[in-house]
């Protein structure tokens, strides 16, 4: 449980900081499992790799790849093993792999595959509403195309919007959102930046339907992190949170905080001031580290965040931004994290 002081709008979205009442927020910190399984031959089971990730300090809860993590073992008994371990399942991931989806998901050119990746999608929702998980996350991966000349964009604008809203009329309790990427494993996503995804919620026009945001992603799309989660808060549609780092042109997935710092202490600052309680999911790669340590030090690095911001003046901070002072902005939090200067 986190316990902390929050900054809001008004309708107009002017800031108000009201630093003198304590809220309460709670956040639960996910892992990425695929973290944990390690190389073959020495894969672990995703059984396994959940009660490794039970004994990372801090670590409450897992979100799992769907239908990835449920191939070789049945739902009931990976659920059972969450519980087991004392962690709660707070989203489902989907995945199209295959050959089957390497020309597209729900924008693929035969109808017939797209349906399959619907229906996959409703299999998800439908997991989740049995089992009291309440959100799911569409990472459109294999959505979007390679070459000038090769597809008709406002066509799969409309396919990528229909099987978006099909699968959020599934089931209207359950949460959707879609998680934006630049490109990978397409050299160019049709769903590629924060403003293509709220372009899509917007859209499909169901209040169930919003937005989950990739720090690295986020960079790759060329944003500032904190921008562009503001404007999904702005409308309620940030559903979900994944945190890591890396250095912008690729999805480096390294721990959180490591090359972005200033960045993710907005990012943070911005999830205070738009309320999000939802759960940070660190979505990061420690091939060469080790990922209980690597995933242990992410979270200790969040917290640390969260106690450095609250240690930011708001009244300074709230001037500072009216008068959108640079220097003033930057010398504030070089105070905050490097101390003050004494020369």
């Not at 780092?245 to 738009?274: C, F, I, N």
């Amino acid at each position: 449980m986190l316990l902390f002081r929050s900054e809001f709008g008004d309708k107009n979205g002017i800031a108000k900081i009201f630093w003198g009442v304590q809220l309460i927020m709670e956040h639960h910190y996910a892992t990425r499992l695929n973290s944990f399984r390690g190389h073959p031959p020495a894969r672990l089971s995703v059984i396994d790799a959940i009660r490794v990730i039970a004994g990372v300090s801090g670590i409450s809860a897992i979100e799992l790849n769907y239908p990835q993590h449920f191939i070789g073992e049945t739902a009931p008994a990976v659920l059972a093993a969450a519980v087991a371990a004392g962690l709660r399942v707070t989203a489902l991931n989907l995945r199209f792999d295959g050959a089957d989806f390497a020309a597209g998901a729900f924008t693929h050119p035969q109808p017939k595959t797209r349906h399959a990746a619907i229906q996959l999608a409703n299999a998800a929702v439908d997991l989740a509403a049995a089992n009291s998980i309440g959100h799911v996350i569409l990472w459109m991966g294999p959505d979007g195309f390679d070459y000038p000349f090769q597809a008709d964009y406002g066509a799969l604008w409309d396919l990528e919007v229909a099987g978006f809203r099909e699968v959020a009329q599934r089931n209207r309790a359950i949460q959707i959102s879609v998680e934006y990427k630049p490109s990978d494993p397409r050299r160019t996503a049709l769903i590629r930046s924060m403003a293509d995804a709220l372009l899509a919620v917007q859209a499909v026009d169901l209040q169930n339907f919003g937005v989950t945001i990739d720090f690295c992603h986020s960079l790759m799309a060329g944003e500032q992190p904190a921008a562009a989660a503001a404007l999904a808060l702005r409308t309620g549609r940030l559903f979900g949170v994944h945190l890591n780092d890396g250095y912008g042109p690729a999805d480096d997935g390294l721990m959180v905080g490591s090359v972005h710092l200033w960045q993710t202490l907005e990012l943070l600052l911005e999830l205070r001031k738009g309320g999000f309680a939802g759960t940070i999911y660190f979505d990061t790669f420690p091939d060469r580290v080790d990922p209980a340590a690597e995933c242990a030090a992410n979270v200790q690095s969040v917290q640390r965040m969260q106690q450095l911001l609250d240690r930011i003046p708001a009244s300074e901070l709230g001037h500072i931004r009216k008068n959108q002072d640079a220097i003033a902005a930057t010398q504030l939090i070089q105070n905050l994290v490097l101390g003050p200067k004494n020369i």
